[in-house]
C-alpha cells in the first residue's frame, strides 16, 4: 500500500493559523476515523500530537486540533509559534493487508 | 518513566540477517501492542511491523513482509525484530513504539503510537 498523500512543506507566520492535508482512500481515512497525527523534531523522539481523528492527549496544547472530510485528514495549528517548526505525519488504520500506513511527511516552518 | 531501549543494530551485508531487541520499561509490557518504525536517512517515516499484546496478531509492510518478523516475549518485556534477506533499501533507525491502548481498550487504540524509543541503526552494505 502506498504512503498517505501530504504537502512537502507549509509555512506561516507567527500567529498565524495553517493546515496540514493527508489524503488516503477508502479502504484508510475514507473508512474509518483511527487517524493520528505526530510531531518530529529532527534528533528528537516523535509526539503524538492528535488521535482519533481529533482527540487530543494530555499535555497537548488545544492550538492543535484534528478533523476529517472523505478521503483526507487534517491538522490544523493555530497561534503559530517558532517551537512548531518540525515535521508533521499522519497515520491511519487501514483495511488492507499491511495494516497501518504513514503519510509522506510535512515539513512546518515558522517564518 | 516509561522507556523503551532497542539494540542490536550494526552493519550487515545484503543478504544478511540481523536481529533487533526493545526493552522496554516502567509500564505493563503484556497489556499493550507494540509497533516497529523505522526511517531512512533523509526520508520520512515508514511504519514495519505490528504486535497484538499477546502476540497473536501480527502485521508486516509490504516492503518487509516475509523477510522479516516481529515477536515479543512478555517475560522479558522484550520486543524482537528478526530481519533477513536485508536489502540495501532496509538501511535506517529502527524504532519500537508502544501503542496507546491497553488490552481492554478498543482494538484501534493499539494504532497510536505514545511511547517511542530512540532507535537503533542498520546499515546494509
Known amino acids: 500500500q502506498s504512503a498517505l498523500t501530504q504537502p512537502a512543506s507549509v509555512s506561516g507566520s507567527p500567529g498565524q493559523s495553517i493546515t496540514v492535508s493527508c489524503t488516503g482512500t477508502?479502504?484508510?481515512?475514507?473508512?474509518?476515523?483511527?487517524v493520528s497525527w505526530y510531531q518530529h523534531h529532527p534528533g528528537r523522539a516523535p509526539k503524538l500530537m492528535i488521535y482519533?481523528?481529533?482527540d487530543r492527549p494530555s499535555g497537548v496544547s488545544d492550538r492543535f486540533s484534528g478533523s476529517k472530510s472523505g478521503n483526507t485528514a487534517s491538522l490544523t495549528i493555530s497561534g503559530l509559534q517558532a517551537e512548531d517548526e518540525a515535521d508533521y505525519y499522519c497515520?491511519?488504520?487501514?483495511?488492507?493487508?499491511?495494516?497501518?500506513?504513514f503519510g509522506t511527511g510535512t515539513k512546518v516552518t515558522v517564518l | 518513566q516509561v522507556q523503551l531501549v532497542e539494540s542490536g543494530g550494526g552493519v550487515v551485508q545484503p543478504g544478511g540477517s540481523l536481529r533487533l531487541s526493545c526493552a522496554a520499561s516502567?509500564?505493563?509490557?503484556?497489556?499493550?501492542?507494540m509497533h516497529w518504525v523505522r526511517q531512512a536517512p533523509g526520508k520520512g517515516l515508514e511504519w514495519v511491523a505490528f504486535?497484538?499484546?499477546?502476540?497473536?496478531?501480527?502485521y508486516y509492510a509490504d516492503s518487509v513482509k516475509g523477510r522479516f518478523t516481529v515477536s515479543r516475549d512478555n517475560s522479558k518485556n522484550t520486543l524482537y525484530l528478526q530481519m533477513q534477506s536485508l536489502r540495501a533499501e532496509d538501511t535506517a533507525a529502527y524504532v519500537c513504539?508502544?501503542?496507546?491502548?491497553?488490552?481492554?481498550?478498543?482494538?484501534?487504540?493499539?494504532?497510536?503510537?505514545?511511547?517511542w524509543g530512540t532507535g537503533t541503526t542498520v546499515t546494509v552494505s
Open positions: 504486535i497484538r499484546y499477546d502476540g497473536n496478531n501480527k
Open positions: 497515520g491511519s488504520f487501514t483495511a488492507y493487508s499491511t495494516n497501518y500506513v
Open positions: 477508502n479502504g484508510d481515512i475514507g473508512g474509518y476515523n483511527y
Open positions: 482519533g481523528v481529533s
Open positions: 513504539v508502544k501503542g496507546l491502548g491497553a488490552d481492554r481498550d478498543p482494538f484501534y487504540y493499539s494504532y497510536y503510537m505514545d511511547v
Open positions: 516502567g509500564f505493563t509490557f503484556s497489556s499493550y501492542a
